[in-house]
């Protein structure tokens, strides 16, 4: 595609990556065919290849309207675009420049800005988020039901119990920001798993946010600030080999610190370290499966799987940011389960970090056609490897929603 960027930002560092990016892209439109927007709405400016003519008009100094806005906020940021890319365009990174140079161009109204300011603001932060969850699970008889369903019931407590034995191997788990709130057996059950195989998980105060959260609402500088807080944090394990590497156990956050070294490439005093956290991050999954041998042996001893069916829901995070596909399905399939198939398994569920909250009308059609899907094969248990898909599904479902670490908990530390 040819490209004549205009010169508020031809010859800077993101103008210059924004048309390699445009450069690259055919406008074949095979993009559009596993855009979830494109085809609800049908729109040719509400799938990728629509979203990029608008971006490159505005990169070129053309006119910039609520339009651009409106099309560019529906953009669920899932990536799918990208794994069917012939061409490899960097669809994400592209949009990332796009949303930054609008915020500047196109005013948002003051309700959007208030919305936008109080979900960077008080989600990322557990001393708000928590006593918030807390008084609407409190409220929930009383609420509406379709706000009443956002709220998640209340955690088992007793699921919270973590192994207290100390090993030699250790590695460091993200505690996050909502997940000790909304599912905070996740952590407990990987340590359990992980106590399992020789390996202890810890958790490094003073991390927080890991930065995902405002970069998608387009607080970038206050994003960056997030990602440092957690490099601070996590440096001293990690420089003094204390730990051999990161765990993460929400997928949205593992896609966020595996970039942290294409974030922060440009700031002379972190970059070198966040290249570094970016390096040692690793899924859940994809530590479980480097120690299979071990895990299966651990299995067998075990006995025998309940051989239950299992629908498995893989992140977009998990499959397009972080490219981990069939991974997790072949830890459940070792594990005694089985798989149930899902139709259009590629697709999104809505819940694309606050997007569920940003745009709730497609993000609940969205859900409810994920749960379509994954009860289409009768399952016993509806599992995913992401805290927001997990409650984002569980909005629209009687039915727990779990995540996948805990079933492999389950078959290894059976419940006394």
Sequence with gaps: MQTNLADFIKDTPAGREADAILRSCVHCGFCNA????????????????????????????????????????????CRACETTCPSGVRYHRLFEIGCQVLEQRVPRSAASRMSRFLLGEALPRKWIFKPAVRMGQ?????????LAARVPLPADGAARQRP????????IALAGCMQPTLAPNTNAAT??????????????????CCGALRYHLNSQEGALDDMRRAI???????ESGRVEGLVMTASGCGAQVREYGERLKHDPAYAEKAARIAALTRDASEVLAAEQGQLLDLLRQEGAGSGQRVAFHAPCTLQHAQKIRGVV???????????????????????????????????????DHKL???????????VTANVGCQTHLQSGSRRPVRHWIELLDERLNPPS
Aim: aromatic share 6%; glycine share 8%.
């Design 34 to 77: 596993t855009c979830p927007t494109f085809l609800l709405l049908g729109n040719e400016l509400d799938g990728p290849r629509g979203r990029i003519y608008l971006i490159k008009e505005m990169l070129e100094g053309q006119s910039v309207t609520v339009r651009t806005q409106l099309h560019l906020d529906r953009c669920l940021s």
């Design 138 to 146: 409190w409220l929930r008889p009383l609420l509406p039901s379709t």
């Design 164 to 171: 207290r034995s100390t090993h030699q191997r250790k590695m």
């Design 191 to 208: 340590a359990r798993v992980l106590d399992r195989l020789g390996i202890e998980l810890i958790e490094v105060a003073g991390v927080g």
């Design 232 to 238: 601070d944090a996590w440096w001293p394990d990690v």
């Design 329 to 367: 399905e072949t830890l459940l399939t070792a594990a005694g389960y089985q798989l149930s198939p899902i139709a259009d398994a590629h697709l999104c569920c809505g819940s694309a970090g606050t997007y569920s909250i940003r745009q709730p009308e497609l993000a609940t059609t969205l859900r």
């Design 372 to 382: 379509a899907a994954m009860r289409a094969g009768a399952p016993a248990l509806l």
